[in-house]
């Protein structure tokens, strides 16, 4: 949810050094200090009196260093103290000092709606942030252009809200409807308290994990085949004959009968021949991260002394006796 009329972002903050933190990240992303303003109530106002001044300290770097470290960490913002009659001491930074304060003394120039109207807030929505600011929260708007939503997130990081909040939304349709139906009675000296719960906000990131590196080797190994072959053997046979006479002619010493033996040779050759692909290429997995914290909340502990009925009501109406 983003307050925006001419790309004006609006975040509002429980604690003013949240605020801070905010304004330093902004500051870090690239957002410059004509873009960004920061208001919030003076609480240690006192403590910077001088015979000169009273109430009324300087402004611009100055008095950068009465603020602390928190104020440091708006960069080369300069913080502005001042008092605005009924409301009392702030402190701002950016364009919505010059709107709120005249250079002269500290003196209010403007009502808080007028310096926000003039930055882009719709009046209406300018009205409910001067509520929130009444009641000593610390208010950060970011002129963001084109950079709307990147600058709510850092707000929204730091815990702002605003306007449009779902919070927001349910809280004052609540009101509305229990009002409506006469569910709500203000007793006489009512007075509000409220209750603050830290939540747990998980951030991703991609990181390197590590790298797969894919090459090929080429490895020696032996391999037998079997091949048939042929060869020739001479077979001898011998066969008996008959007995007759020969001559002495027919006796020839030396005599001889050659044949050729063959047999087959086998020779290897080598051919380099494609078995297998192998694609290499990346596939996104989910799973599911457990992450946690330590939180605090914020309860109500009801004590009384003496005689005294305390009844409780919630939203609905119903009333409980504590």
Do not use: C
């Not at 003394?105 to 007028?114: F, I, K």
């Not at 946690?292 to 009844?311: A, L, P, Y």
């Amino acid at each position: 949810m983003v307050a925006k009329a001419k790309t004006t972002v609006v975040g509002v903050f429980h604690d003013h050094e949240r605020a801070l933190q905010a304004v330093r990240d902004l500051r870090q992303a690239g957002f410059d200090e004509s873009q960004i303003s920061i208001l919030g109530r003076d609480h240690e106002a006192a403590t910077r009196k001088t015979s000169k001044t009273g109430d009324h300290a300087g402004t611009g770097a100055a008095v950068g260093a009465a603020a602390g470290a928190g104020v440091a960490a708006l960069g080369s913002l300069a913080m502005t103290f001042g008092v605005i009659p009924v409301i009392g001491p702030i402190l701002a930074a950016g364009p919505i000092a010059a709107a709120l304060l005249s250079a002269a003394g500290g003196a209010a120039a403007g009502g808080v709606v007028g310096a926000l109207a003039g930055l882009g807030v719709p009046e209406e929505d300018a009205k409910y942030y001067e509520t929130e600011f009444g009641s000593g929260r610390t208010i950060v708007t970011v002129h963001a252009g084109t950079r709307e939503q990147e600058a709510w997130t850092i707000l929204q990081r730091h815990g702002a809200y605003n306007k449009q909040s779902p919070e927001v939304a349910t809280r004052s349709t609540t009101t509305a409807t229990s009002a409506a139906q006469g569910r709500v009675s203000s007793a006489q000296g009512e007075q509000t308290m409220r209750l603050h719960e830290e939540e747990l906000h998980a951030q991703k990131q991609a990181v390197p994990a590590g790298e797969v590196r894919v090459r090929k080797e080429v490895v020696t190994e032996n391999k037998t085949i079997e091949v048939p072959v042929t060869k020739e053997e001479v077979v001898i046979e011998r066969h008996a004959v008959g007995r007759h006479a020969a001559s002495s002619s027919d006796i020839r010493p030396g005599e001889e009968i050659r044949i050729p033996v063959k047999e087959e040779q086998v020779h290897v050759t080598k051919e380099a021949v494609v078995k297998e692909e192998v694609n290499v290429g990346k596939r996104q997995v989910q799973s599911t991260e457990k992450v946690g914290g330590t939180v605090r909340k914020e309860q109500v502990r009801v004590e009384s002394e003496g005689k005294v009925d305390v009844s409780e009501q919630d939203t609905t109406g119903k009333r409980r006796k504590s």
